[in-house]
């Protein structure tokens, strides 16, 4: 596996964030509203699928998953992170 493979991957919210400031403060809020939306609905569909992974035995699959999970769940709480700041007027 090659460097360039590992470490943060790409993050199409996450390139956002630097475009966010030069917009309105409620375009900002709405963005930060529709990404976390569809974050939990990803991840609801990614548990659906880890039951049924795990009914399977499929544990690869099952592993896969999980990790997914976890990936999406660190890009919940960096949103967080994010919306605390971005819902504030920026200079």
């Known amino acids: 596996m090659n460097d360039g493979d590992l470490g943060a991957l790409h993050d199409p919210v996450r ?3 630097y475009f966010l400031a030069a917009l309105p403060l409620e375009t900002r809020k709405r963005f930060l509203a529709e990404a976390r939306a569809g974050l939990l609905r990803t991840l609801a569909l990614m548990r659906m699928d880890l039951a ?3 009914r399977e035995n499929s ?3 099952a592993l896969a998953t999980r990790g997914a999970i976890e990936l ?5 709480r960096w949103l967080s992170t994010c919306g605390r700041v971005l819902v ?3 200079p």
């Open 15 to 17: 390139i956002r964030i």
């Open 52 to 54: 049924e992974y795990e």
């Open 59 to 61: 544990r690869l699959s």
């Open 72 to 76: 999406t769940r660190a890009q919940l």
């Open 88 to 90: 504030k007027d920026l």
